[in-house]
């Protein structure tokens, strides 16, 4: 028996290998520094829509790249649709609106393409602030290929690409973004319940964002190494949070909009309808409707399953109560950690009043 990715590869080479910078269905997708690199995966619309995330283990031709010079792919490249974005700090529902955002003619939306984490790899192991710009360029061009002509992009790096955030807004001054986030509470109660699993997460989350220079609180080394896996993932969220902050207040609410988990869920319709105004699509009332209405919000972005707003609420009460304890003294750590550093944990411009 032939593998689904095995299948893919097979059919992965281009009948024209010219013409792959031009087409949306060949998703730029690792840049590797050695020769200045990009490799192309064939990822036609379906497959974006049963990849719980752009990596290699939910493409299946993932194993079967096009490798072209950079600059040839960046002459050689479709025109650029609009591009915005939806930047989050993790576990908030991003992945759920990312696919909301794929409707044929109006948007697509690219859940985590991994070239944008290969350049902040690239430049954790000290690539140079201009190599990495010119990159980061080219590969905003190359994922802003759109799939019909009129569509936008809309594209939600992970949550590790979030010190980019500002130059990629400067970069692309007609783009907008929002910045999505869960409470801090429901952040913590997610984290919790996901196990070793997710307190090791969290402390991958804080080394990275310890080396773009986001987790300056006062800690020591030895301090952080006496830190709890739930004060280290609070400290995360703080983090994220006050760079959201400060990208709200350098750009404005004209450009850059604030949304937590929560309201989105109360409120889809009004959230979906004012995202559309803020990243200049054109949604009537019904197709508004019925996307509130389709998978996105009814499905679980992981799995697939069945997943309404009542049973994330069920989930949530239920870690609630198994790790209350814990959750109720790290928030009150939190809340003091923030206040010592002048923080709120309200942000600014929010997208629904």
């Not at 019909?148 to 807004?169: H, R, Y």
């Not at 870690?319 to 923030?338: F, G, P, S, T």
């Amino acid at each position: 028996m032939v593998s689904a990715r095995a299948q893919g590869a097979m059919t992965a080479a281009p009948t024209r290998p010219e013409q792959v910078p031009g087409d949306a269905s060949w998703l730029a997708h690792r840049y590797d520094p050695v020769g200045d690199k990009v490799h192309f995966v064939h990822t036609p619309r379906d497959a974006h829509r049963g990849a719980t995330f752009l990596t290699d283990e939910f493409l299946a031709n993932a194993n079967a790249p096009f490798v072209m010079d950079r600059e040839t792919a960046r002459h050689a490249a479709a025109k650029a649709a609009p591009i915005h974005f939806i930047f989050h700090s993790a576990y908030c529902c991003s992945t759920l609106l990312a696919r909301a955002f794929d409707i044929e003619g109006v948007s697509m939306g690219l859940k985590e393409p991994v070239i944008l984490n290969d350049l902040s790899g690239w430049k954790h192991r000290g690539g140079s602030p201009a190599q990495i710009a010119r990159v980061l360029d080219t590969s905003l061009n190359l994922l802003a290929r759109p799939f019909d002509e009129g569509e936008a992009i809309i594209v939600k790096p992970s949550n590790l690409i979030n010190a980019f955030g500002p130059a990629m807004l400067a970069m692309r001054p007609d783009a907008h973004a929002l910045l999505l986030y869960a409470p801090l509470r429901v952040y913590l109660g997610s984290i919790a319940k996901k196990g070793m699993w997710g307190r090791l997460w969290v402390r991958e989350l804080f080394v990275k964002l310890a080396r773009d220079g986001l987790v300056d609180y006062g800690f020591s080394p030895e301090e952080v190494l006496r830190q709890t896996d739930l004060q280290i993932a609070a400290i995360g969220w703080l983090a994220q949070h006050r760079l959201f902050d400060r990208l709200a207040r350098t750009y404005g609410p004209s450009r850059v909009r604030t949304l937590n988990s929560e309201t989105l869920l109360a409120r889809p319709a009004e959230s979906v309808a004012a995202l559309s105004q803020l990243f200049g699509l054109t949604l009537d009332e019904a197709a508004i409707t019925s996307i509130v209405a389709g998978d996105s919000f009814t499905r679980h972005s992981k799995g697939g399953e069945d997943f309404s707003r009542d049973d994330r609420i069920a989930a949530q009460r239920d870690a609630a109560i198994v790790h209350a304890e814990e959750v109720d003294k790290v928030l009150q750590w939190a809340e003091a950690v923030a206040a010592s550093a002048d923080q709120s944990l309200d942000l600014p411009a929010p997208l629904l009043d």
